[in-house]
């Protein structure tokens, strides 16, 4: 069974970080690409970052300088490090594998449930 589990999001201040990592289970996560996404109240979803097999990075300008996608094969778990937090980052984020990074955008085959991020003082 394909699964694809984020956690740590939260509410942090703006300024602050947080680390969401997504674990993966249930298929090769070395074999796919891996993107995240976030969906903002009343906004559509948009792509944020993708990671490639070979560990090229591509980021949204939105938020390139800020945060950081990695990825660690041998624990099949990927990263998203983001500094600087905004309250425009506030949204639902989703870890996403797929075929192939577009950009940042990750062609998707296999999604989580998502994590919350709140930015808010």
């Known amino acids: 069974q394909v699964q694809l589990v984020e956690s740590g999001g939260g509410l942090v201040q703006p300024g602050g970080s947080l680390r969401l990592s997504c674990a993966a289970s249930?298929?090769?996560?070395?074999?796919?690409?891996i993107g995240w996404f976030r969906q903002a109240p009343g906004k559509e979803r948009e792509g944020v970052s993708c990671?490639?097999?070979?560990?090229?990075?591509y980021y949204a300008d939105s938020v390139k300088g800020r945060f950081t996608i990695s990825r660690d094969n041998a624990r099949k778990t990927v990263f998203l490090q983001m500094n600087s937090l905004k309250p425009e980052d506030t949204a639902v984020y989703y870890c996403?594998?797929?075929?192939?990074?577009?950009?940042?955008?990750?062609?998707?085959?296999?999604w989580g449930q998502g994590t919350q991020v709140t930015v808010s003082s």
């Open positions: 996403v594998a797929g075929d192939s990074c577009s950009g940042y955008v990750v062609r998707s085959r296999y």
């Open positions: 249930g298929f090769t996560l070395a074999l796919y690409h």
């Open positions: 990671i490639s097999i070979d560990g090229s990075t």
